[in-house]
């Protein structure tokens, strides 16, 4: 799993850094948390492609988190996509999405599907992993996401599969999948016979624009990688409030409370040309912390047995 931070700016671009998008890339298939202007430049410079099975999450209708979506959608069709692309995001997002189709010239290649979210909870379950929401503390109605994998099969073991009369070969392959395999004789092997227990997959959280809230710790609970917003310093913590938005500390109280594994800072003020501020303030209090520049990949490994 490796994750993109495409733009990492708060409202408005800098010459060092674009507006809010992060692409997560997970197997064969790619996630997009926001999408702001210039996001379809970033994703050139990037590498992540844009004829991969794809999924994109709005947190919120603030134009630097959804302005990138037109110009997304028209690259890919003249690159002639032709793969189905899901969008996620407030109920506003159809509105926005077919008043752009019916005021600018440009035909899709593909299907797009549009799912409203009104509240948080279970947005898709899928075979490998889910895609949850719970509503933020923003000035308008926004969403956090996590992006949890299910539990991995556990282990296999060649040598126990073998001493119970089991051939390498499909019927491996089949005890790896779940599934119980039957022998001439009438034995049932189980795949907890050859194989140790589900290994915990990965999680991933992205706050979007928010102030603390009461129940976020438990949402970003044990995350691999939680991506918190910090627009302002600890310094400015009233106008942070005011404007729902987050400061270094809180941001670390977060992850902190989360146990979080890693704590990435983003949504930087331009006021901030140096965010060192930033994360010296977050790493009083959690010392895992890095801060966010645009074309940052962090590799995230398959957790240990």
Request: proline content about 6%; glycine content about 6%; charged content about 25%.
């Amino acid at each position: 799993m490796q994750v993109f931070f495409l733009g990492t700016s708060a409202s408005v671009p800098t010459p060092k850094r674009s507006l809010p998008a992060i692409v997560v890339k997970r197997e064969n298939e790619q996630f997009m948390f926001d999408c702001g202007e210039n996001a379809q430049r970033q994703m050139i410079m990037a590498r992540t492609g844009f004829h991969k099975k794809m999924k994109i999450f709005i947190t919120h209708m603030h134009g630097d988190h959804i302005l990138g979506l037109p110009g997304l959608l028209q690259t890919m069709a003249l690159l002639d996509r032709t793969r189905e692309l899901d969008i996620y995001g407030p109920p506003e997002i159809r509105r926005f999405l077919e008043g752009i189709a019916e005021t600018v010239q440009f035909v899709l290649t593909f299907p797009v599907n549009i799912h409203e979210i009104a509240e948080g909870g279970l947005v898709c379950d899928e075979e490998q992993y889910t895609v949850e929401a719970v509503t933020s503390n923003h000035v308008i109605k926004s969403f956090a996401y996590a992006l949890v994998e299910k539990p991995r099969p556990g282990k296999f073991y060649p040598k126990k599969a073998t001493s119970l009369g089991l051939e390498e070969g499909s019927l491996w392959s089949d005890l790896q999948r779940g599934l119980k395999i039957k022998l001439p004789n009438g034995h049932i092997i189980k795949p907890e016979d050859v194989m140790g227990r589900p290994r915990k997959g990965r999680k991933v959280v992205y706050s979007g624009d928010t102030r603390p809230f009461e129940g976020f710790a438990e949402f970003a609970a044990d995350a691999d990688l939680l991506i918190n917003e910090s627009t302002l310093s600890d310094e400015l913590v009233e106008k942070a409030n005011e404007d729902g938005h987050s400061t270094p500390s809180q941001a670390a109280e977060n992850a902190k409370k989360a146990k979080a594994k890693k704590l990435v800072l983003t949504h930087i003020s331009a006021r901030y040309e140096d965010a060192s501020l930033l994360l010296k303030q977050a790493k009083k209090i959690f010392k895992n912390t890095i801060v966010a520049e645009d074309f940052l990949r962090i590799e995230l490994p398959l957790p240990r047995d």
